[in-house]
């Protein structure tokens, strides 16, 4: 049976990684910050918010749905995003858990 390296690490771990790199990009930042501040779903074009061109805002919004963080459903030749806001809560509440799992110290000796 074939395997990743991914899977020598715990479920968490992995699911964070995953929604974590669908949030590396500043344009997937800024099209989940859009959705969120227009508290709906958006049908127009989102290459007019995000200064990108439309095929390079469309990639970003397959990786977001791919990744669970946004959907979207076509509506004749146009689809509608919005958030995901069960798995917008889930990430969050990822982040804070994997966030808070990290004790930093007041000082730190690297040498």
């Known amino acids: 049976m074939a395997?990743?390296?991914s899977e020598l690490f715990s479920?968490?771990?992995?699911?964070?990684?995953?929604?974590f790199k669908a949030l590396a990009h500043p344009a997937r930042l800024a099209i989940l910050k859009y959705l969120a501040e227009t508290?709906?779903?958006?049908?127009?074009?989102?290459?007019?918010?995000i200064p990108l061109g439309r095929t390079?805002?469309?990639?970003?919004?397959?990786?977001l749905k791919d990744a669970g963080l946004i959907q979207g459903?076509?509506?004749g030749?146009?689809?509608?995003?919005c958030l995901d806001l069960k798995n917008i809560?889930?990430?969050k509440k990822m982040a804070e858990?994997?966030?808070n799992g990290i004790n930093i110290p007041l000082t730190f000796d690297c040498k």
């Open 11 to 19: 479920p968490e771990l992995q699911n964070c990684s995953i929604l």
């Open 56 to 63: 390079t805002v469309n990639q970003h919004l397959k990786e």
């Open 97 to 99: 858990f994997f966030l």
């Open 3 to 5: 395997f990743t390296k």
């Open 77 to 81: 030749v146009k689809t509608c995003y």
């Open 39 to 49: 508290k709906t779903c958006i049908t127009g074009d989102l290459a007019d918010e």
């Open 73 to 75: 459903t076509t509506e």
């Open 89 to 91: 809560r889930e990430l």
